[in-house]
């Protein structure tokens, strides 16, 4: 259930992101609904490798360097699904930080309602 509930909010955040900022662009709910599904599992399948690969980079810049690959899933998914549009690695960086802030949000109000007793 809970896993339900953040594909349908993070998919809802891609269209609030959308709404807010003018280098994403996204044509439906559906859309961002399979965006969504997608930047995830990029994120679960792709960003660790990068992340390992990139470490010194990483090491060297602080941490910095998560945000250019966060941008890179975004850009990623973007590229490969139609309905999902971002216009350049500069929009994919914004666009990222945007969605990484409301997905934390998204994640702790779930916590928070979804919490073991």
Known sequence: MKLLLKWLLSAAS???VAYVYSGVEVQSFTSALIAA???GL???VLRPVLVVLTLPVTIVTVGLFLFVINALM?????SVLDGFH???????L???LI?????????SALGGLFAKK
């Open 99 to 107: 969605y990484s802030l409301l997905g934390v949000l998204i994640e």
């Open 74 to 78: 975004f850009w990623a998914a973007a």
């Open 94 to 96: 914004l666009g990222s």
């Open 14 to 16: 891609l269209l609030f």
């Open 42 to 44: 990029f994120n679960v």
């Open 86 to 92: 971002v216009n350049g690695f500069g929009a994919a």
């Open 37 to 39: 599904f997608v930047i």
